[in-house]
């Protein structure tokens, strides 16, 4: 019957970023990791959609380089996309984007694809959110036997994946995969624990090796 049921806990997060169109495509990425994560895969293509609309609202309407933070969490049986700037004049607003109209289309396209979405003002920024229902993969955010069946993979096809390259420069690239390998990391201890490995030793002898591999490079940084 599968493996224990191991409960992925839905908390909040936040990511500071600049507003750039080249960074909407890692904020996707980014979106797409965590709601996978909490076993809302489903929702994916829709969290997407608003994350780019409005991302790119603070684009053409505050400014490429604003200083903006990016937010998801759970409220309840719904999803939170929040994106806040420091521009508290610049209120997105719904409009009847005609055919050839340069703005007014992005928050028309969250309104049709959120339950809700609002604009929250403040002295010096403003937030802009919406929520999406996630139906029913609200559940407890439950995942059977993922953990050891993705670290199996990882381990049958390590000599493959080792020849490839990460691609992506950016903090946002960076960060988006920092987060991958933390889950490889986190699956590779369930394999050992699925299999009645000592992890803690492993652990250690893993360590051992990285250091000693670090030293031996003459990398070696002083605290």
Same mark, same amino acid.
């Given at each position: 019957m599968g493996g224990p049921i191991c409960e992925v806990p839905r908390i909040g997060w936040e990511l500071a970023f600049v507003a750039e169109p080249e960074e909407v495509a890692a904020l996707?990425? +980014?979106?797409?990791?965590?709601?996978?994560?909490?076993?809302? #895969?489903? $929702?994916?293509d829709t969290a997407q959609l608003c994350v780019s609309e409005l991302v790119t609202n603070v684009i053409?309407?505050?400014?490429?380089? *604003? #200083?903006?933070?990016? /937010?998801?969490? @759970?409220?309840? %049986?719904?999803?939170?996309? =929040?994106?806040?700037? #420091?521009?508290?004049? &610049?209120? #997105? *607003?719904?409009?009847? &984007?005609?055919?050839?109209? !340069?703005? /007014?289309?992005? @928050?028309? +396209?969250v309104s049709e694809v959120a339950e809700r979405w609002g604009v929250l003002p403040g002295p010096d920024s403003k937030v802009t959110w919406? =929520?999406?229902?996630?139906? /029913? /993969?609200?559940?407890?955010? %439950?995942?059977?036997?993922?953990?050891?069946?993705?670290?199996?993979?990882?381990?049958?096809?390590?000599?493959? %994946?080792?020849? !490839?390259?990460?691609?992506?420069?950016?903090?946002?690239?960076?960060? &988006? *995969? =920092? $987060?991958?390998?933390?889950?490889?990391? %986190?699956?590779?201890l369930h394999w050992l624990h699925a299999h009645g490995c000592d992890m803690d030793g492993a652990w250690d002898r893993a360590q051992s090796r990285f250091e000693g591999a670090w030293a031996a490079s003459g990398d070696v940084r002083s605290g």
């Amino acid at each position: 019957m599968g493996g224990p049921i191991c409960e992925v806990p839905r908390i909040g997060w936040e990511l500071a970023f600049v507003a750039e169109p080249e960074e909407v495509a890692a904020l996707r990425r +980014i979106i797409r990791l965590h709601l996978v994560r909490w076993g809302l #895969p489903h $929702m994916v293509d829709t969290a997407q959609l608003c994350v780019s609309e409005l991302v790119t609202n603070v684009i053409d309407h505050v400014g490429v380089g *604003t #200083p903006t933070v990016l /937010g998801l969490s @759970m409220r309840g %049986a719904y999803v939170r996309i =929040e994106v806040r700037d #420091p521009d508290a004049r &610049a209120l #997105p *607003t719904l409009v009847a &984007a005609e055919r050839d109209a !340069e703005g /007014g289309r992005g @928050m028309a +396209i969250v309104s049709e694809v959120a339950e809700r979405w609002g604009v929250l003002p403040g002295p010096d920024s403003k937030v802009t959110w919406c =929520e999406l229902e996630a139906g /029913g /993969g609200v559940g407890n955010g %439950a995942v059977g036997s993922a953990h050891v069946g993705r670290a199996e993979a990882v381990l049958e096809g390590y000599l493959q %994946a080792s020849s !490839e390259r990460l691609t992506g420069s950016s903090r946002l690239a960076t960060a &988006a *995969t =920092e $987060m991958l390998v933390i889950d490889v990391l %986190a699956d590779l201890l369930h394999w050992l624990h699925a299999h009645g490995c000592d992890m803690d030793g492993a652990w250690d002898r893993a360590q051992s090796r990285f250091e000693g591999a670090w030293a031996a490079s003459g990398d070696v940084r002083s605290g």
